[in-house]
Structures are given as C-alpha cells and as structure tokens.
C-alpha cells in the first residue's frame, strides 16, 4: 500500500517562498506519476503541477507557472513543490497524488493515492 505525507505548510507573507514535501512509502516514488493539487475554503480541488512516471517531465497550471517548481527526490523517495512569490490567493490545503499512470496529468481522478494534505496559508 502506498502513502503520501505532506509536510512543510505554514503561514508565510506575500512574495515569500515555501518548500512543501511530500514522503512516499510503499513503493518507489519512479513508479508513480505525481501531482499536487490544492483546495481553497468553498472552492473545488484544483491542479497545480504534475510530474511524468518514467521521466519525471513537469507540467504545471497556468497560474502557478513560473513561480512553482515540482521536482523529485529518488534517493529519498520524496517529491517536492518549490513555490515563489506567493500571493494571498495561494492559499489552500495542498494535497500530494500518486498515479499508476504514465502521467503528467492534471487530473485528479487519474490519481489513485492521496496525501492528508498540508496547509499553506499567506497573508497579504
């Protein structure tokens, strides 16, 4: 069985950075497409980036491109989200995926494991 852990949310200001990460135990982290999504209060699950299965190729929402970089860990089993100049509506639950497939997709019912989910506040 394969799990996702979220971690490295916080409250954080506007134009600052936030690294989150998410840990995957079960399998390894290659034998997945991976994707991050988030939910705002009263707003529906949206996508944010996404990384292929065999070569890890990113893809990424158009409102997050360019501020935020998905990358892999294979030696620590880890996929990351590196996100820059955050905005007050960057706020939301983020939520780390895993897929079966090839991937990148933006989604989230092509997703087969999710994460708890971490909070990202940032305040104006």
């Known amino acids: 069985q394969v799990q996702l852990v979220e971690s490295g949310g916080g409250l954080v200001q506007a134009g600052d950075s936030l690294r989150l990460s998410c840990t995957v135990s079960?399998?390894?982290?290659?034998?997945?497409?991976m994707g991050w999504f988030r939910q705002a209060p009263g707003k529906d699950r949206e996508f944010v980036a996404a990384?292929?299965?065999?070569?890890?190729?990113?893809y990424y929402a158009d409102s997050v491109k360019g501020r935020i970089t998905i990358s892999r860990d294979v030696s620590k089993n880890m996929v990351s989200l590196q996100m820059n100049s955050l905005k007050p509506e960057d706020t939301a639950v983020y939520y780390c995926?895993?897929?079966?497939?090839?991937?990148?997709?933006?989604?989230?019912?092509?997703?087969?494991?999710w994460g708890q989910g971490t909070q990202v506040t940032v305040s104006s």
């Open positions: 079960g399998r390894t982290v290659s034998n997945y497409a």
């Open positions: 995926a895993a897929s079966v497939l090839l991937g990148p997709s933006p989604d989230a019912r092509e997703y087969d494991y």
């Open positions: 990384m292929s299965r065999n070569t890890g190729r990113p």
